[in-house]
């Protein structure tokens, strides 16, 4: 009848490469993704079944709703449940609604799930045209009532469900970072979405916690049963659904050498990474969640350099409190003392979204009201974080950054929230350290053009390559259409980076890369040859980036570099350069 009814064969479906790694396992189908159905017919004699499922899907929704009202009304009280009222209207009352719906499926003999996306998708349309904040808040609801009738039609699992019980790879339309924050990840163990980048931060997430993914796969959610057998390889971007033997066979082979390639590195974790011509550079890690920090130092880290503190306002359902803060902080601080620990000021907005802060519906979320914008027209929610950090900062080596920064205004109010922040601590007779370090990301063109006028005001800086890329071409990070485009070997951006580099020697800062860049052995050359000396990665990358930087010199690097700037586009570029690292070590690559 629909999607989930696919060819019953061996099915091969490509996507990015996110997370490296093989896994074979049962699909779990979290979200189809409504929207993202195509228009699908079915055969004249069809239509009355179809018209039954709808009915059954209907009723079956009305059914849930009534019980997450209930449910609500006992634990937040009668105001807070009547959200669900306007739900309970469509589904057991909009008779103009099932009409549509009805009329696809009669007179266009649309599938059920078919007529349902595409009705409700003009709802969202027409709720999206009227100016009122109120109908383009309701454009959530309406997406949550046609998930829910689709589920029902397809026969999918109950709710969308983020806690395993058992070993499980996720197939989804999209996962949000909420959604891969709450996830259960002792049982989760290979994930694979149809939407998503290279950088999006579910790809981020599904990396630092090692498990095998793929995203921009554009309809493997429509390929693929539930409780079908699927493999994810990570490596190579793609995902095999329903293996024959001899392919079942090849990649329990793969997934074994993995494991060896993977304890292999691991023996480098007490070595330096230092150049064969004596040159020490420092490998930091990236972390989402306190206890990373652990992982980070197992994976032979010189400090986090970035903690990306977003993640605390993603999983509950209010703000995290000071002392919830202070908490999160010390959980980290202790596991990489006396090694440096940068915590970067809350980053939400764009595709960062939790309960806290909800998707207002900006036309264009990346260039909207996101991450130090966000927290500037915020300042008690920005004060709390800042409290929270200072009074970390008395307990060891913990550095501030702010996200995002495009003016010197802009970087001189976050100063002064965290001067006010100072002013009150002192006042309450709270200790912190007065000379904490504080460091910017560069990740606008705007930031690194003027990097000359930011260094006189910050002690580091840290080049944040995942946006860098995408403001600089103009290319969303997390949109799979563009993902040929979104690549840092453009020309224009490494000739940004040559150019906040050389900024930060001459002006006495220091400067590390803390984008996905820094930790893609395709890059280590060109940013070693480029001047870079801090690096800062998903921790899992550390031992391969050591061993890359560990078989080179800095001159070698250094010619590397030159010769990668002698070419006119991102192609020449990337070829190059995997070419010369393959020549190096061709296991990386
Ligand atoms: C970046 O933009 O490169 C970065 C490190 O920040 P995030 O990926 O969290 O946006
Ligand atoms: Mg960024």
């Known amino acids: 009848m629909d999607g989930n009814q696919a060819s019953r064969s061996m099915d091969i479906v490509k996507g990015i490469a996110v997370s490296p790694g093989v896994v074979i396992g049962e699909a779990v189908i979290l979200d189809r993704g409504a929207h993202h159905l195509k228009r699908r017919y079915v055969e004249p004699g069809e239509a009355d079944g179809e018209l039954q499922v709808l009915e059954t899907a209907f009723k079956a929704s009305l059914e849930e709703v009534r019980t997450l009202r209930r449910a609500a009304t006992e634990q937040l009280g009668d105001e807070t449940a009547a959200i669900f009222d306007w739900h309970m209207g469509v589904l057991g009352k909009d008779r103009h609604l099932r009409q549509q719906i009805e009329d696809l499926i009669r007179e266009e003999r649309m599938s059920a799930a078919a007529a349902v996306s595409q009705v409700m998708h003009g709802y969202k349309e027409r709720f999206l045209k009227m100016k009122d904040p109120i109908f383009v808040e309701r454009t959530e609801d309406v997406r949550d009532v046609e998930q829910r009738l689709i589920r029902n039609l397809l026969g999918d699992q109950a709710e969308v469900e983020t806690r395993f019980e058992k070993p499980s790879i996720i197939l989804s339309y999209d996962l949000t970072p909420s959604q891969t924050a709450q996830m259960n990840t002792d049982y989760v163990v290979g994930l694979a979405t149809d939407v998503g980048g290279l950088t999006s931060h579910m790809a981020i997430i599904a990396h630092s916690l090692h498990i095998p ?170 004060k709390t974080q800042l409290r929270a950090i200072l009074r970390v900062s008395r307990l060891g080596n913990v550095r501030v950054m ?77 949109n799979q259409r563009v993902a040929t485009s979104y690549t840092p070997s453009h020309p224009a951006v490494i000739r940004l980076v040559r150019d906040v580099l050389r900024t930060a020697v001459r002006m006495e800062v220091s400067c590390g890369v803390c984008g996905e860049m820094a930790g893609e052995p395709v890059y280590t050359l060109l940013l070693l040859g480029l001047g870079l000396r801090q690096f800062s990665m998903v921790p899992g990358n550390i031992p391969q980036i050591k061993k890359l930087i560990r078989s080179t010199t800095v001159k070698h690097a250094e010619r590397v570099a030159a010769r990668a700037l002698s070419f006119d586009t991102d192609r020449q570029v990337r070829n190059y350069l995997r070419d010369e690292t393959a020549r190096l070590l061709p296991e990386v690559l």
Request: overall charge negative; hydrophobic content about 40%.
């Open 213 to 382: 993914a793929v995203v921009g796969l554009g309809s493997v959610t429509s390929k693929v049963k539930a409780g079908d057998t699927v493999i994810i390889d990570g490596t190579h971007g793609l995902v095999i659904c329903r293996p024959n033997e001899s392919t079942l066979a090849r990649y329990r082979e793969e997934a074994e050498k993995f494991r060896v390639f993977e304890l292999s590195l691991k023996q480098l974790r007490d070595l330096p990474a230092v150049t064969r011509d004596g040159v020490e550079v420092s490998l930091l890690g990236n972390i989402e969640f306190p206890s990373e920090a652990r992982t980070c130092m197992e994976n032979g880290a010189d400090g986090v350099g970035l903690y990306r503190t977003e993640y605390l306002y993603l999983r509950g359902n209010k703000e995290p409190s000071e002392e919830e803060h202070i908490e999160a902080y010390t959980t980290a601080l202790e596991a990489c003392d006396p090694k440096p620990l940068t915590i970067r000021t809350m980053d939400l907005g764009a595709d960062k979204y939790g309960p806290l802060r909800g998707a207002e519906s900006e036309r264009n979320p990346f260039l909207g009201l996101r991450s130090i914008r966000y927290c500037l027209q915020n300042l008690d929610l920005f």
């Open 402 to 478: 702010f996200p995002l920064i495009i003016s010197l205004m802009e970087l001189r109010q976050a100063k002064m929230a965290l001067g006010d922040a100072m002013e009150d601590l002192e006042e309450e007779g709270l200790e912190f350290n007065r000379s904490i370090e504080i460091g910017m990301m560069i990740e606008t063109p705007a930031a690194a053009l003027l990097a000359r006028q930011f260094a006189k005001e910050v002690d580091f800086f840290s080049i944040g390559t995942n946006d860098l890329v995408q403001y600089t071409l103009a290319v969303d990070r997390s």
